[in-house]
């Protein structure tokens, strides 16, 4: 009768969760082999922040078991940053266009 009441629930393999370990430990020091290696200016921010979505990316989808949700429910968490981050492109856009077209018509400065 004990058997016939043991939980049900979905089990993942030891070796997802270590490759996912090894993974995340390699991105780690990809990461800070920028700043080792003395990576500078749109270079160093822009591996940092590939490095960085890449490990998130590992962490929601597996650690938080995201990759085996319905797909609603990776929409309803993944798609509003996304959607926040073309609106913040678009306002950097519109900011460069502001301050070309304000020097253009009223000079450079004081």
Known sequence: MAQGQAHSGQQHPIKLYMLVWGLLF???TFSYLVDY???QGYLRWSLILLFMILKAGLIVAIF???A???LALIYAIL???VLILV???LMVSESHY???TRLAFFGGGP
Do not use: C, D, N
């Open 87 to 89: 609106f913040v492109a």
């Open 79 to 81: 798609f509003p940053p």
């Open 98 to 100: 502001t301050v070309l």
């Open 26 to 28: 390699v991105l780690s």
């Open 37 to 39: 290696l003395g990576i």
């Open 68 to 70: 085996w949700e319905r």
């Open 64 to 66: 938080m078991h995201m």
